[in-house]
Nanobody, 122 residues
Framework: QVQLVESGGGLVQPGGSLRLSCAASGFTFRAYAIGWFRQAPGKEREGVSC????????SYLDSVEGRFTISRDNAKNTVYLQVNNLKSEDTGTYYC???????????????WGQGTQVTVSS
């Protein structure tokens, strides 16, 4: 059974940090790219960042450059998204998804997690 399970979200003050995790099982994790997406209330889901099987990364949002870092640990079948200096506009549900290669859009990703909520508020 394929599963992607996100965790690590929560309520944090502006300027705070979180580490989001995406734990995978049921497929050949090391062969897949993993993307992080987010969806704010009333907005479409948008790509945040992606990491390829070889560890190469791509960021899809200028607004998170220098603040968000994606990484993976193939031994643990887990991808992380370190989010620093959080802003209110980072609030939303964060999802991870698996695909053969990175792509900025949520189209054609094979597997999805259920999401973890990040709320940035004072």
């Amino acid at each position: 059974q394929v599963q992607l399970v996100e965790s690590g979200g929560g309520l944090v003050q502006p300027g705070g940090s979180l580490r989001l995790s995406c734990a995978a099982s049921g497929f050949t994790f090391r062969a897949y790219a993993i993307g992080w997406f987010r969806q704010a209330p009333g907005k479409e889901r948008e790509g945040v960042s992606c990491i390829r099987p070889n560890g190469g990364t791509t960021s899809y949002l200028d607004s998170v450059e220098g603040r968000f870092t994606i990484s993976r640990d193939n031994a643990k079948n887990t991808v992380y998204l370190q989010v620093n200096n959080l802003k209110s506009e980072d609030t939303g549900t964060y999802y991870c998804a698996a695909r053969g290669s990175c792509y900025y859009s949520d189209l054609n990703y094979d597997y999805w997690g259920q999401g973890t909520q990040v709320t940035v508020s004072s």
